[in-house]
């Protein structure tokens, strides 16, 4: 059993930044792939970033590409999600995921485990 806990969202100004934080209990962390999706109301839940278990790979939607940054620290058991040049479209609630087999970081049904999310409002 995995628990994540999100924190660092918060409200910002359209071009601010923000970094969120995903802790993880998992003793086995570095396995892990760990991902961020968003979630808009009355929206589907949707992908973000992701990174492989000792942080070679990155994945990114095209709408975060070159303004946000994800990263992980195996050493603190956590993963983070660097965010600049918010736009007021990037409000959601943002979830940190996890799971050791996962064939398309893209897809939310591949992660078993998930953080209770952290709001991100960017106000215009």
């Known amino acids: 059993q995995v628990q994540l806990v999100e924190s660092g969202g918060g409200l910002v100004q359209a071009g601010g930044s923000l970094r969120l934080s995903c802790a993880a209990s998992a003793r086995t962390f570095s396995l892990y792939l760990m991902g961020w999706f968003r979630q808009a109301p009355g929206k589907e839940r949707d992908f973000v970033a992701a990174i492989r278990y000792r942080g070679g790979t990155t994945y990114y939607a095209d709408s975060v590409k070159g303004r946000f940054t994800i990263s992980r620290d195996n050493a603190k058991n956590t993963v983070n999600l660097q965010m600049n040049s918010l736009k007021p479209e990037d409000t959601a609630v943002y979830y940190c995921?996890?799971?050791?087999?996962?064939?398309?970081?893209?897809?939310?049904?591949?992660?078993?485990?998930w953080g209770q999310g952290t709001q991100v409002t960017v106000s215009s």
């Open positions: 995921a996890a799971d050791q087999v996962v064939a398309d970081p893209k897809i939310p049904a591949e992660y078993d485990y």
